[in-house]
């Protein structure tokens, strides 16, 4: 089994494989050279396979593929289509690799639903949504939702519930606006659905829901001293993402 502090590193891990995975749908927007940037997180991900997964075949192939691009491009130069569809396809072969090695080292407990297991959380948003939906949830709801998987891998439930639970207001505060056709700038949560109880036929199960959540979780998790076990966490975060699929549906 692997140690936490392996744990965030494989979480890490995910992160960079994430950014390069997506590389081909906007090449034009990489630079290639560039700690922060494609032969940055090339030379992180070789790292990764080498010291933590023990795969040097991998890491050979990451780092073939870094030298190659470190002669082509200049300071700035940003990333070819073809180059960025060749560094997509040898990282989803990667990920494949990374995914088939953690599979006999990495343990994390998982709900009843079976619904968290770590290849999952390490995609964070894209593993739960699909792509009609994450259309629907804003970039900063995305960020925190991969915030709370990351905390949820290394076994931070209370940062992760808090973040989770933002997460849905942020969610209502969309569904607010649609529906009333006003901005909930300033709003909080219960006033929020207050105000749509109002309408007439508005989602009765939904809304109670919704208040429910607020009182019996959101309100108690605020408070300073209170603590989320793991197992807590994994319901919260299983009720949180059907509740954001409920209201963006």
Avoid at 103 to 116: A, C
Avoid at 131 to 148: P, Q, T, V
Wanted: net charge positive; aromatic share 6%.
């Amino acid at each position: 089994m692997l140690k936490k502090v392996e744990l965030n590193k494989i979480l890490l891990m995910g992160r960079k494989i994430r950014f390069l995975k997506q590389c081909d749908s906007n090449p034009n927007s990489y630079a290639v050279k560039g700690s922060s940037r494609i032969n940055g997180n090339l030379q992180k991900l070789k790292e990764y396979f080498e010291i933590i997964l023990g795969d040097s075949r991998t890491s050979k192939e990451i780092e073939k593929l870094r030298k190659k691009l470190n002669r082509k491009y200049k300071k700035e130069e940003r990333l070819k289509l073809s180059d960025a569809k060749e560094i997509t396809e040898k990282v989803k072969l990667w990920e494949d690799r990374a995914l088939n090695i953690l599979r006999d080292k990495v343990f994390i407990e998982t709900s009843s639903s079976g619904i968290l297991n770590y290849s999952k959380l390490i995609n964070g948003s894209n593993a739960f949504f699909d792509n009609k939906e994450l259309k629907k949830i804003s970039e900063a709801s995305k960020k925190d939702f991969n915030d709370c998987c990351s905390c949820l891998l290394v076994g931070l439930s209370t940062p992760s519930a808090l973040m989770a639970l933002r997460i849905v207001e942020d969610v209502l505060k969309k569904y607010y606006r649609k529906k009333i056709r006003r901005s909930p700038n300033g709003l909080e949560w219960g006033t929020m659905t207050s105000e749509i109880k109002r309408l007439p036929n508005y989602d009765r199960d939904l809304i109670t829901h919704l208040d429910n959540l607020r009182k019996n979780l959101r309100n108690k998790a605020m408070h300073p001293e209170r603590r989320f076990k793991q197992s807590e966490m994994e319901e919260i975060f299983v009720t949180v993402i059907k509740t954001i699929k409920d209201l963006i549906r």
